[in-house]
């Protein structure tokens, strides 16, 4: 009986926060907001809003209003540094190349099936199967903004954001000194400060001694710092935030292993990607 309770009780939690927006907000506020938010856009200059064609999808535009709560100006400057990004670093933004592919494979990063009690998307980052020869830390970058970029079509990750699980098992010394501060430093920049995302918490868990003092280093440049959790290896308080049923068994859940094939099928149908093109470099 209790356990149909909790179930029934994070059933009304889930259709609660299906698409959480600031208190004593009405459809009719989220309404004036977009369309404040479209004049803005059609009146402005700026050089980075060159072509507007995207800015037709109300879609494409909730995501920066949900990701400043609402705040026509705060989501008006957030989309101007959006596609001033995508201006000056197309390399970051082409289409996915065998090297990103290859990161997604590798679980760099992957998604859940599920999202967590609270309709949050849940992505994984597994640390130890990076090979930085194979695949520079650039591609995991892109692999990264290329996800993020898909996942942000659905609305319900738009108003809910996302968590971000790192497991650092078995990531080496050696692996860390392949960690350059530049790309660290514009990865920092971009997911700040130009992409329309909500980081609820980022999960560290094993992580060695070597990463957290890395951690301490970017530390003062990180806006958010507060919602870095490190769990080291004490996944029961992982479990406190995130549900047993969801995670993968790498992770203590009750799930089969982590397959990374899922995510990169739906990735590559989007992208209009066959099978053969990650594996070309195998």
Not at 158 to 163: C, D, W
Request: glycine content about 4%; aromatic content about 8%; hydrophobic content about 35%.
């Amino acid at each position: 009986m209790n356990k149909y309770a909790e179930n029934v009780w994070n059933m009304h939690q889930i259709k609660n926060e299906l698409c959480e927006v600031p208190r004593n907000m009405t459809d009719s506020d989220r309404q004036r907001a977009l369309r404040e938010l479209k004049e803005a856009v059609d009146s402005s200059t700026n050089l980075a809003l060159r072509d507007k064609s995207r800015c037709l999808d109300d879609s494409f535009l909730r995501r920066f209003l949900y990701a400043r709560k609402h705040n026509v100006k705060d989501s008006f400057q957030l989309l101007l540094r959006y596609h001033q990004h995508r201006r000056e670093h197309p390399e970051l933004w082409a289409a996915a190349d065998s090297s990103v592919l290859r990161a997604l494979v590798d679980g760099l990063p992957g998604v859940l099936t599920q999202r967590d009690r609270r309709g949050r998307c849940v992505l994984l980052m597994f640390t130890s199967n990076w090979n930085p020869q194979t695949c520079p830390l650039t591609s995991v970058f892109r692999a990264l903004l290329l996800t993020i970029e898909r996942t942000l079509s659905d609305t319900q990750t738009q108003a809910n954001g996302y968590v971000i699980v790192v497991d650092w098992s078995e990531f080496t010394f050696k692996q860390t000194c392949s960690l350059q501060a530049r790309v660290l430093k514009m990865m920092i920049d971009c997911l700040q400060d130009c992409l329309p995302v909500r980081f609820k918490s980022i999960c560290f868990i094993s992580q060695p001694w070597y990463v957290e003092g890395m951690l301490a280093i970017i530390k003062p440049y990180l806006k958010a710092a507060e919602r870095i959790e490190l769990h080291g290896h004490n996944l029961s308080s992982l479990h406190d935030s995130l549900p047993l049923d969801i995670l993968p068994a790498e992770l203590g859940g009750e799930g089969p292993p982590y397959n990374s094939e899922r995510w990169l099928q739906e990735f590559c149908k989007v992208e209009s990607l066959g099978r053969a093109t990650y594996w070309t470099d195998s």
